[in-house]
T-cell receptor, first 115, second 116 residues
Framework: ETGVTQSPTHLIKTRGQQVTLRCSSQ?????VSWYQQALGQGPQFIFQ???????GRGNFPPRFSGLQFPNYSSELNVNALELDDSALYLC??????????????FGPGTRLLVL | KQEVTQIPAALSVPEGENLVLNCSFT??????LQWFRQDPGKGLTSLLL?????REQTSGRLNASLDKSSGRSTLYIAASQPGDSATYLC???????????????FGQGTILTVHP
């Protein structure tokens, strides 16, 4: 069984650019959640996708957007990058969207540096 | 708004010690609480999940307790080893019905160093 994978592992961008991060969920998992983790902080929930639709969003501006594809892989897009967007971006997959007591499975993350 | 706080922010202990990490949350309406481990620059690994109706969970040398009414959880690590060195994160799933599944609110973590 393949775990959650993310690409790229590291990325350097300049302020104002756009970035796309990718996540492949664990086999059989139809829900993907994205988190932003600034250095020295806990992860913050960005949004969740379930069966290709957004299913909840945290306190992030609209320039953070996402997609989920029919194979349940997902993308996180960030437009007009700001210095404060520098962080580790984590995705987590799970087999259900609600009512479950199962844990989520996290990928290794993408480290984004905005200069 | 749910807030999760972890104390201490960092902890350094000699190998073999038993230790306790603390987590508090402001809203007792939670679906479950989880403890995760994160190695430097890596993703998160789930250690223990406690449902809101449970009081504790155990896995090997780890024991986590939950007191929902007081908004507290503790993670107890017995006979600590250098391999336990990592950041430990506490996270709650908000809401009573599980519709917030997967939308975790995390604490800032406790950095644990176990030295030989």
């Amino acid at each position: 069984e393949t775990g959650v994978t993310q690409s790229p592992t590291h990325l350097i961008k300049t302020r104002g650019q756009q970035v796309t991060l990718r996540c492949s969920s664990q086999s059989g998992h139809n829900t993907v959640s994205w988190y932003q983790q600034a250095l020295g902080q806990g992860p913050q929930f960005i949004f969740q996708y379930y069966r290709e639709e957004e299913n909840g969003r945290g306190n992030f501006p609209p320039r953070f957007s996402g997609l989920q594809f029919p194979n349940y892989s997902s993308e996180l897009n960030v437009n007009a990058l700001e210095l404060d967007d520098s962080a580790l971006y984590l995705c987590a997959s799970s087999p259900r969207s609600s009512g479950s007591q199962e844990t989520q499975y996290f990928g290794p993350g993408t480290r984004l540096l905005v200069l | 708004k749910q807030e999760v706080t972890q104390i201490p922010a960092a902890l350094s202990v000699p190998e073999g010690e038993n230790l306790v990490l603390n987590c508090s949350f402001t809203d007792s309406a939670i679906y479950n609480l989880q403890w995760f481990r994160q190695d430097p620059g890596k993703g998160l690994t789930s250690l223990l999940l406690i449902q809101s109706s449970q009081r504790e969970q155990t896995s090997g040398r780890l024991n986590a307790s939950l007191d929902k009414s007081s908004g507290r959880s503790t993670l107890y690590i017995a006979a600590s080893q250098p391999g336990d060195s990592a950041t430990y994160l506490c996270a709650v799933t908000p809401g009573a019905g599980g519709t917030s599944y997967g939308k975790l609110t995390f604490g800032q973590g406790t950095i644990l160093t176990v030295h030989p």
